[in-house]
């Protein structure tokens, strides 16, 4: 299995308000896909697109009902 750095960013849609939520975190994951897909269970309107750099980040674009939201995940 391995670890990431795992940055979660939850973009907010307040037209007053650009900041984003970014949450940071070490995690030992063992299928991408399937940490982010657990990560949504049960959320109405669940879709994502898989992002893959050439350094290695990999990168999931998730909508769920129209809040945007992004992973990215670094190999540590």
């Known amino acids: 299995m391995k670890e990431y750095e795992v940055v979660h960013e939850i973009f907010n849609q307040c037209s007053n308000n650009q900041m984003r939520d970014v949450f ?45 939201q992004r992973y990215t995940f670094t190999e540590i």
């Open 24 to 68: 940071i975190e070490e995690v030992p994951i063992e299928d991408l896909e399937q940490y982010v897909v657990n990560r949504h269970k049960g959320e109405r309107d669940f879709t994502y697109e898989r992002e893959d750099l050439e350094d290695g980040t990999v990168i999931y674009h998730v909508n769920t009902s129209g809040l945007l």
